[in-house]
């Protein structure tokens, strides 16, 4: 079964720092899709964004950028410039193409301290 | 409200109880999925369902039943409650976009289940 790992429990660093979470995954499918949510303290689950297994382009939105690497089963996520209110666990996450079972990381939680 | 709810949003209840969780969705997918959340193990797979009267196990399906008769209505239930079960409980629903998109799911607000 497919397996995701994020070995950053919590990570603290302060205002405008830059923070990178780390996701590694496992999976014997060759299509599949990598995900990263947000669960904010007010607990919801923010989607972030959705990567397939063939497509490799790092991808940037604002602040936020995402580094996919095949060769090391990696997507890690990245917050350039960080704010409070960033502050929050995230989820990285992998579903493959033939399996409806969406497996979830541990999650990181991220405080960002004024 | 176009979205997906759930109720109730917190339920205490006592060991042995059946407790039936709800989660309604407006989108029209066809695919729900249950999860629950528990400190150290992010989110698991309980049940999930392709269609209605389709559904299938996830990952921890023991000491849950599902049914979804309606396309927008998709519970879990709680046979024999047990403090094992003392969790924050997610509903999802999705459609599948293809190779190239998979699924993105979109989640209730959750629902914190304590059992006594």
């Known amino acids: 079964a497919q397996k995701v790992t994020q070995a950053q429990t919590e990570i603290s660093v302060v205002e405008k720092e830059d923070v990178t979470l780390d996701c590694v995954y496992e999976?014997?499918?060759?299509?599949?899709?990598l995900f990263w949510y947000k669960q904010p303290p007010s607990g919801e689950l923010v989607f972030l964004i959705r990567r397939n297994s063939f497509d490799e382009q790092n991808e940037i939105s604002g602040r936020y950028s995402w580094n996919f690497q095949k060769s090391t089963s990696s997507f890690n996520f990245t917050i350039t410039a960080s704010q409070v209110v960033d502050s929050a666990v995230y989820f990285c996450?992998?579903?493959?193409?033939?399996?409806?079972?969406?497996?979830f990381g541990a999650g990181t939680r991220l405080t960002v301290k004024p | 409200d176009a979205g997906i709810t759930q109720s109730p949003r917190y339920k205490i209840t006592e060991t042995g109880r059946q407790v039936t969780l709800m989660c309604h969705q407006t989108w029209s997918h066809s695919y729900m999925f249950w999860y629950r959340q528990d400190l150290g193990h992010g989110l698991r797979l309980i049940y999930y369902?392709?269609?209605?009267?389709?559904?299938d196990k996830g990952e921890v399906p023991d000491g849950y039943v599902v049914s979804r008769s309606k396309t927008e209505n998709f519970p879990l239930t709680l046979e024999s409650a047990t403090r094992s079960q003392t969790s924050v409980y997610f509903c999802?629903?999705?459609?599948?976009?293809?190779?190239?998109?998979?699924?993105?799911?979109?989640f209730g607000p959750g629902t914190r289940l304590t059992v006594l």
């Open positions: 999802a629903s999705s459609e599948f976009l293809g190779l190239a998109g998979g699924h993105e799911q979109f």
């Open positions: 999976t014997r499918d060759t299509t599949y899709y």
């Open positions: 369902s392709a269609a209605a009267d389709i559904t």
């Open positions: 996450a992998l579903s493959e193409y033939n399996n409806n079972d969406m497996r």
